[in-house]
């Protein structure tokens, strides 16, 4: 029967066309929005597995560009049990650089507005309580993929920067090539000179300029007695959750994010999101249906007296709901698949033109998704089509349909 | 034996009521050739689907080999139908994306075929002569082997009962006496009961039943019209509707109860 099914669709192979694109856009509407979900997830996940530690900051800020902390407050840390190494830090959004503020960097930008989501961080480092970390990011990255030094104890004080691979692209020199190792970087109006480059692969930590925290508190006017967040290591790795409900106990007004609990917030954000995102695609998908049973329909219609015909032969109600219902089912499955393919060929090239580190993604499961809900629906979309096809009494179908 | 039993069927027709049959009685013994003829809008092609458990009548009981089909279940209908009735019509009614083959095992196809089946719809195709055309789609075969296919098709199943509604309608004179040939070989191989309804006359031979129906009755030889009975057993008429306005002989098969 199924390839009887089969058969009765290619039957009508314009109909059965502009069904499958009526079904597919919504499709490919789905697979688009969730490969860019997917692709946020990646970026996330893939900049939280960098780091091991637990970051604290002022209770209720976003991120540590917003906040604000006593310096004190790192000498308490240090003698909280199970504490292994503190790291203050200072952060902040890099004023301008080379002569370019945030706004203009954002329109003079040949990646358009786009970029003034993935602009330049300065993160000024204790060097000192920094060479104590065994998780620190930015030396990590580059001794592995990175060129030159990191900063060491003779930085402390110094114009001295670490940069990434995509900030010496995106600054490149008088000549248009990338900045390297020795080269100066104008930021605020002040020379700084690159020590090192550091490439972490993860486009939300690749936009970080690291200097000593003297040096970041005098560019971003930061005051002395303050910081912006603390980087906190564990001794025992196992052990980050707990250390931060202790030093968020101890600590009042403080949060404590340990990179399970960020991994488990930002997953369930994008629960969230992608719950929305399901609602916004779900009336693109009803008109889908819709349209699915429309085409049902003419399609049964007009085969009246065929179904009179396979009833005179012995063939039961069940037995012509269930063709009705696989032709519609097949249709769901082509347009899954052409809805799939379009999705994969829209996202490779959307992919070409995208910043700011967002790679959208079209992973198995979301194919898989894609042509299941694409099944679905044409086998909802076949259901009433099919039950009314199979109510007809034979005689009935036969007459109206010879007439 | 076929027995029908003051059978009343009544249809809605846009916003009003139409009376097709208005009291049918008549019996068809097994293995007969049985015609139904009369005008236009007489019923018989409704009392013709009646026989096959297309439709249930309003009143009335339809008796074939003992089942009752107005008292059948939907389920037990399907199963005579795909057992013991097969079906030929005017427009042949073939499935178009199918071939010729999978037209006459279209029965089967809900529970797949099996090797014998397809073996003998073979051999059917290469009784009526259609042995090179076995992969032909019916937009491929001319009007005669359509109607040969759908022969095919009714009697794949071996059926207790072939039912044919105007089965030379669209074919010219020649071809549609090539198809009453076949009609009567496979009666005769298979033993199976054959009602056609027909306008044509010419096919009917003098040792087939006829049965007559105007207006939703069966007809006198005489031109007047039996009422309805309400009594399966009611007296009996004598003749019947002649194939050719002469009366019927006694063991024809057909008897045609006396109107109340």
Same mark, same amino acid.
């Given at each position: 029967?199924?390839?009887?099914?089969w058969?009765n669709?290619?039957?009508?192979?314009?109909?059965?066309?502009?069904a499958?694109?009526?079904?597919?856009?919504?499709i490919?509407?789905v697979m688009?929005?969730f490969?860019?979900?997917?692709?946020l997830?990646d970026?996330?996940?893939?900049t939280?597995?960098q780091?091991?530690?637990v970051?604290?900051?002022r209770?209720?800020?976003?991120?540590?560009?917003?906040?604000t902390?006593p310096?004190?407050?790192?000498?308490?840390?240090?003698?909280l049990? /199970?504490?292994r190494?503190?790291a203050?830090?200072?952060?902040?959004?890099?004023p301008n650089?080379?002569?370019?503020g945030m706004?203009?960097r954002?329109?003079?930008?040949k990646k358009g507005?786009g970029?003034?989501?993935d602009?330049p961080?300065?993160?000024?480092?204790?060097?000192a309580?920094?060479?104590?970390?065994n998780?620190?990011v930015?030396?990590?990255a580059?001794k592995?993929k990175?060129?030159?030094r990191?900063l060491?104890?003779e930085?402390?004080?110094k114009?001295n920067i670490?940069i990434?691979?995509?900030?010496?692209?995106d600054?490149?020199?008088?000549? /248009?090539n990338p900045?390297?190792l020795g080269?100066g970087?104008r930021?605020a109006d002040?020379?700084?000179t690159?020590?090192g480059i550091y490439?972490t692969g993860?486009?939300?930590?690749?936009?970080?300029?690291?200097m000593?925290?003297?040096t970041a508190?005098?560019?971003l006017n930061f005051?002395?007695d303050?910081?912006?967040?603390?980087y906190v290591?564990a001794?025992?790795?196992?052990e980050y959750?707990?250390?931060?409900a202790t030093?968020e106990?101890?600590?009042?007004?403080?949060?404590?994010?340990?990179m399970?609990?960020?991994?488990?917030?930002f997953g369930?954000?994008?629960g969230?999101?992608d719950?929305?995102?399901?609602?916004?695609v779900?009336?693109?998908?009803i008109?889908g249906?819709?349209?699915?049973?429309n085409?049902?329909?003419?399609s049964?219609?007009e085969?009246?007296?065929?179904?009179?015909?396979?009833?005179?032969?012995?063939?039961?109600?069940?037995?012509?709901?269930t063709?009705v219902t696989?032709e519609?089912?097949?249709? /769901?499955l082509?347009?899954g698949?052409?809805g799939?393919v379009?999705?994969l060929? /829209?996202?490779?090239?959307?992919?070409?033109?995208?910043?700011g580190?967002?790679?959208l993604?079209?992973?198995?499961?979301l194919l898989?998704m894609g042509i299941?809900?694409?099944?679905?629906m044409?086998t909802?979309?076949g259901?009433?089509p099919?039950?009314?096809?199979?109510?007809l009494?034979?005689?009935?179908a036969i007459?109206i349909?010879?007439? | 034996?076929?027995?029908?039993?003051?059978?009343w069927?009544?249809?809605?027709s846009g916003?009003?009521?139409?009376?097709a049959?208005?009291?049918i009685?008549c019996?068809?013994?097994r293995?007969?050739f049985?015609f139904?003829v009369?005008?236009?809008g007489?019923g018989?092609?409704?009392?013709?689907?009646?026989?096959?458990?297309?439709?249930?009548?309003?009143n009335g009981?339809?008796?074939v080999?003992?089942?009752?089909?107005?008292t059948?279940s939907?389920?037990?209908?399907?199963?005579?139908?795909r057992?013991?009735?097969g079906?030929?019509?005017?427009?042949?009614?073939?499935?178009?994306n199918?071939s010729?083959?999978?037209?006459?095992?279209?029965p089967? &196809?809900p529970?797949g075929i099996?090797?014998d089946?397809r073996e003998r719809?073979?051999?059917?195709?290469k009784?009526?002569g259609?042995e090179?055309?076995?992969?032909h789609?019916?937009y491929q075969l001319?009007g005669?082997?359509q109607?040969?296919?759908a022969?095919?098709?009714a009697v794949?199943k071996?059926p207790l009962?072939?039912?044919?509604?105007e089965?030379?309608?669209?074919l010219d004179?020649?071809t549609g006496?090539?198809?009453?040939?076949? &009609?009567?070989?496979?009666?005769?191989t298979?033993q199976?009961?054959?009602?056609?309804?027909?306008?044509?006359?010419?096919?009917?031979t003098?040792d087939d039943l006829v049965?007559?129906?105007?207006?939703g009755q069966?007809a006198?030889?005489?031109?007047a019209i039996s009422?309805?009975?309400?009594?399966?057993?009611g007296?009996k008429?004598?003749?019947s509707?002649g194939?050719?306005?002469?009366?019927?002989?006694p063991?024809?098969?057909?008897?045609l109860?006396?109107?109340?």
């Amino acid at each position: 029967m199924g390839v009887f099914a089969w058969r009765n669709l290619l039957t009508r192979p314009l109909r059965t066309v502009l069904a499958l694109i009526g079904l597919s856009v919504p499709i490919l509407g789905v697979m688009g929005l969730f490969s860019v979900s997917n692709g946020l997830r990646d970026l996330v996940g893939e900049t939280l597995s960098q780091i091991e530690g637990v970051m604290v900051i002022r209770e209720n800020v976003p991120s540590p560009v917003f906040s604000t902390l006593p310096v004190s407050l790192a000498d308490d840390l240090r003698r909280l049990p /199970g504490v292994r190494a503190v790291a203050p830090e200072v952060w902040g959004i890099a004023p301008n650089i080379e002569g370019r503020g945030m706004l203009v960097r954002g329109l003079m930008s040949k990646k358009g507005m786009g970029s003034v989501f993935d602009q330049p961080v300065i993160s000024g480092q204790d060097i000192a309580a920094h060479m104590n970390l065994n998780s620190a990011v930015f030396p990590r990255a580059l001794k592995e993929k990175g060129e030159g030094r990191f900063l060491t104890l003779e930085d402390i004080g110094k114009p001295n920067i670490v940069i990434s691979r995509k900030i010496a692209r995106d600054f490149p020199d008088r000549q /248009g090539n990338p900045r390297k190792l020795g080269d100066g970087l104008r930021i605020a109006d002040k020379n700084y000179t690159i020590v090192g480059i550091y490439e972490t692969g993860s486009l939300l930590l690749d936009v970080v300029i690291v200097m000593d925290i003297e040096t970041a508190r005098s560019v971003l006017n930061f005051a002395k007695d303050s910081i912006s967040s603390i980087y906190v290591e564990a001794k025992n790795p196992g052990e980050y959750d707990a250390l931060s409900a202790t030093i968020e106990k101890a600590n009042p007004g403080v949060d404590a994010r340990s990179m399970n609990e960020v991994k488990a917030n930002f997953g369930s954000l994008m629960g969230q999101v992608d719950k929305l995102l399901m609602m916004t695609v779900s009336l693109a998908l009803i008109v889908g249906i819709v349209g699915i049973i429309n085409t049902m329909l003419m399609s049964t219609t007009e085969r009246f007296v065929e179904f009179g015909v396979l009833r005179t032969n012995g063939w039961s109600e069940a037995n012509i709901l269930t063709l009705v219902t696989l032709e519609s089912a097949f249709l /769901g499955l082509l347009a899954g698949i052409v809805g799939c393919v379009l999705a994969l060929i /829209g996202t490779s090239v959307a992919n070409q033109f995208i910043s700011g580190g967002v790679h959208l993604g079209v992973n198995p499961s979301l194919l898989g998704m894609g042509i299941s809900l694409s099944v679905v629906m044409g086998t909802l979309g076949g259901l009433y089509p099919a039950w009314r096809a199979a109510r007809l009494v034979p005689m009935e179908a036969i007459r109206i349909g010879s007439h | 034996m076929i027995e029908v039993v003051n059978v009343w069927k009544s249809y809605r027709s846009g916003t009003r009521w139409v009376e097709a049959l208005r009291g049918i009685n008549c019996r068809i013994e097994r293995g007969r050739f049985a015609f139904i003829v009369g005008p236009s809008g007489s019923g018989k092609s409704t009392l013709l689907y009646l026989l096959g458990a297309l439709d249930r009548p309003s009143n009335g009981e339809i008796l074939v080999n003992g089942q009752n089909l107005v008292t059948m279940s939907e389920a037990m209908q399907n199963l005579y139908r795909r057992e013991q009735v097969g079906f030929i019509f005017q427009s042949f009614n073939l499935i178009s994306n199918l071939s010729a083959l999978e037209n006459v095992l279209v029965p089967s &196809l809900p529970r797949g075929i099996t090797a014998d089946q397809r073996e003998r719809a073979v051999e059917l195709l290469k009784q009526v002569g259609l042995e090179d055309r076995l992969d032909h789609h019916p937009y491929q075969l001319s009007g005669g082997e359509q109607q040969r296919v759908a022969i095919a098709r009714a009697v794949v199943k071996q059926p207790l009962l072939v039912l044919a509604d105007e089965p030379t309608g669209e074919l010219d004179s020649k071809t549609g006496d090539e198809i009453y040939k076949i &009609l009567r070989s496979m009666q005769a191989t298979f033993q199976t009961t054959l009602v056609v309804v027909t306008h044509d006359r010419r096919f009917i031979t003098p040792d087939d039943l006829v049965l007559e129906i105007q207006d939703g009755q069966v007809a006198h030889p005489n031109g007047a019209i039996s009422a309805g009975s309400s009594s399966a057993h009611g007296p009996k008429a004598e003749g019947s509707a002649g194939f050719n306005g002469e009366g019927d002989s006694p063991g024809r098969g057909v008897s045609l109860k006396a109107g109340e």
